[in-house]
């Protein structure tokens, strides 16, 4: 591997473009959501060529590519350039032009929505969030990928190209470019070093990285350091929404299952998480609070100010740090697995809707504007090697997080009620056995409302 690289203007950049704004359907507002995932984590293979095929004379049509951020290459980097180069000569083969539409992120699905029940999709291309997706093909208004790509297609073979993203409702409609990506467990290392913790990765190494011993850290972390009464480290931040969804999957919980349509507020693994979660918060007290509300986002960046020895956040909400740091999968919890480490509910893809004409035509040009020469060893290399400076981190997040994560789609579901689960335990300090059973026939109602 090539030595790592620090931060760069092009790494912040792109960073921001990947940032989305919004809020849930539990009163919340949402976690931005991360780069798009990818279902390949496989190191890239060398580029092939296009399904073989006479151009198509487009007769100067332009192909509309939609998210709320630009997704045109900045031609930053070479990887860019290639592809900058290769838009280029996709557009003259075909006699046709990419337009790459950047629409506010609240204004997004309220303008996707309208034009397609107008039977004039905005774009031809739309990068959309699965939170939305889920609700949009229950209504007939995305299509499935088998829909517009064959046999011929990089995508249905190789699929270094485009990759299908993880299906939804039991199909598969999203695609994306391979990348390596995941929610792992972050750490700061000055802060270790200086408190003389003991080191995550080796007990992930070790096989001992499991709640207990993550719980063990955390309290050794929260200490009055300077002896006048008041806590100057403390283990652990984050949003308890987050934080709650991702120790769940940890434990081989689930919050809801979109496709056999039930709520796993009651499953044993599920309320367990909950009543771990509500240790940490309540009982140990090892998680940094830094506003009135402990269910606020805003603590989902409360680790930035560098009194916090571990925190759940994406890759891309860690520029401009002041401290070193780590990355190590969540720890497994007790009925848990190490297949499944996080809750994937942040996730987004790209999507055709219904109404582009020659779907298949569209999606044929977009995938050849990929096939240019392969300048990373894996997917997403350089873009890690932008936001890590330690070689095993990057390694941690390829091998071990990435395409570890479960897709949550609890947000696609109206008023669904993991919001007020959270908020009853963790600020009203109830039962967690007792909230369950209280938030069941409201998440069963949501649960039937969805599509119709």
Known sequence: MRKMKGFSILILCFMFLLTACGGGNNGNNEATTPP???????????????????????????????????????????SEKARLEKIAEVEKKYNMKFEFVNVPFEEYMPKFTASVLGGEPFADILQMEYKSALPAILKGQLLKLSEYTTAANNINGEANLLAKTPSV??????????????????????????????????????????????????????????????????????????????????????????????????????IEAAEFVNRMYNVDKVVRIKGSNKTAWDEYNTFKDGDVAMFITAAWNLGGLTFDLGVVPMPTGPQGDPSITFADNALNAKFIPKGVADAQLVYQVWEETYDIPQTEEFPSQEWLEGIYTHEDDILITRDHISGTGKVLLDDSFPEFPTGLFVEDIIVNNQSVTATAEKVKPLAEASIGKLGQ
Not at 240 to 260: H, I, M, P, Q, S
């Open 36 to 78: 798009a995932s990818d279902a390949t984590n496989a190191p890239a293979a060398e580029a092939t060529d296009a399904p073989a095929a006479e151009p198509v004379d487009m007769g100067g049509r332009v192909i509309k590519v939609a998210a709320w951020w630009d997704l045109k290459p900045a031609g930053n980097t070479a």
């Open 169 to 270: 409702a039991g199909e598969d409609y999203g695609f994306e470019s391979p990348g390596t990506y995941g929610i792992g467990l972050h750490y700061n290392r000055d802060l270790f070093q200086k408190l003389g913790l003991p080191d995550p990765k080796e007990l992930y190494e070790s096989g001992q990285w499991n709640w207990d011993k993550f719980l063990e850290v955390a309290k050794l972390a929260t200490k009055d350091n300077d002896n006048d009464g008041k806590i100057d480290t403390y283990g652990f931040s984050g949003w308890a929404l987050d934080v709650f969804r991702n120790f769940t999957y940890a434990n081989g919980g689930f919050v809801v299952d979109e496709t056999a349509k039930t709520q796993g507020f009651t499953d044993p693994k599920t």
